[in-house]
């Protein structure tokens, strides 16, 4: 005796026909349309919904991107996965997409420059909707140029593009006044009482990692306090970064109030690597962040950094990248606001 043919699987016209629309309006609220989740009346999604849940129909992703040319998908470009503010910037990003009907792919430069243009090479053939970097931009002219050639193309095969953080290149992007909010952290600081203070930050290069310091440099002289050169370290913008750059300050780390890094990373790489020459914090000095990584506050309820809104990033760059003409959409740069957060009690505005 034959065995039963199996079951042909549902078709879009199958759910329309169920839940009484058009096959045009089924797709625009299974297959996203411009608003994601937020396509369609509020009852008439929930009737496609249900139709397509009842008889067992998922959106295919790849007939998708062929019929359309687009995958249902963004790119995200950042420096480490590792790093404990590219993973909150990446959740964020993550859920915003999540509310378009959108996956995200995403990949680390390990801030490499050559793994950065493979990578964008890379995304030609993927054909996302759109590509965020979340990068640390840089301020080698060689090194953007070739950049900005390569997200030209993208560009120019219909990727929207969008930067999160400074950058000397025109595209739409979404900051934080970094400069201004480390000033206001050094004046912070100053006000508890403190006088002497080493800097750590990631590459001179690195606009993120150059606005930082700058600016808490700058803090610190509008109250009349001088950094030694040699008290200002540059490392990698992570947390050996900040283990190693501890090394190069040890002419002056019996003489420090503070050791101000300029990534929570970077802080959490100094305290281990002080710990182990033999000096606590804060007990012995203090040694303060940036970027605000929640995990770190739960760990030391007193920490010193600058809360900067990771999570929110993602939902202003898919704005940017992806809503309707006529919303944020229309907007080429979105600043947000940086806070401080001073030994865990949050204090105002940083920008």
Do not use: W
Not at 76 to 99: H, K, N, P, Y
Not at 133 to 158: C, K, V
Not at 172 to 199: E, K, Y
Not at 214 to 239: C, W
Request: hydrophobic share 45%; net charge neutral.
């Amino acid at each position: 005796m034959a065995k039963d043919s199996p079951a042909k699987p549902a078709t879009l016209a199958d759910v329309a026909r169920l839940a009484g629309v058009s096959v045009p309006t089924a797709s625009r609220v299974l297959n996203g349309g411009v608003r994601g989740a937020a396509s369609g009346r509020r009852e008439l999604r929930e009737r496609v919904e249900d139709a397509a849940r009842t008889l067992g129909y998922a959106v295919s992703p790849a007939a998708q991107a062929i019929k359309g040319g687009r995958a249902r998908s963004i790119a995200l470009l950042v420096s480490d996965i590792a790093d404990f503010g590219c993973s909150t910037m990446i959740a964020g990003v993550m859920r915003a997409a999540e509310d378009r009907g959108l996956s995200v792919a995403v990949r680390a430069t390990l801030d490499d420059a050559d793994r950065e243009a493979d990578l964008l090479t890379d995304f030609r053939g993927e054909r996302h909707r759109a590509i965020v970097l979340a990068t640390s931009r840089s301020t080698n002219l060689a090194r953007e140029s070739a950049l900005d050639a390569q997200l030209r193309i993208l560009q120019s095969q219909g990727t929207n593009v969008v930067l999160i953080g400074d950058s000397n290149l025109e595209y739409p992007r979404v900051t934080v006044d970094n400069r201004n909010a480390a000033a206001a952290l050094a004046g912070a600081l100053v006000a508890a009482g403190h006088r002497r203070f080493a800097i750590i930050s990631g590459p001179e290069e690195q606009i993120t990692s150059r606005d930082r310091a700058g600016g808490f440099l700058a803090g610190l002289s509008a109250h009349g306090i001088a950094v030694p050169e040699d008290a200002v370290v540059h490392s990698g913008f992570n947390r050996d970064g900040g283990y190693t750059a501890v090394d190069a300050l040890e002419a002056h780390l019996r003489d420090l109030d503070v050791v101000a890094a300029m990534s929570d990373a970077m802080a959490v790489g100094a305290i281990a690597r002080l710990r182990e020459r033999g000096l606590l914090v804060p007990r012995d000095l203090e040694v303060t962040g940036f970027d605000h990584v929640p995990l770190l506050g739960d760990v030391m309820p007193e920490f010193t950094t600058v809360q900067v809104p990771l999570a929110e990033f993602g939902e202003a760059a898919l704005r940017i990248a992806l809503d309707e003409p006529g919303s944020a959409a229309g907007r080429r740069h979105v600043a947000l606001k940086a806070s401080l957060i001073v030994h865990g009690v949050k204090v105002g505005a940083g920008s």
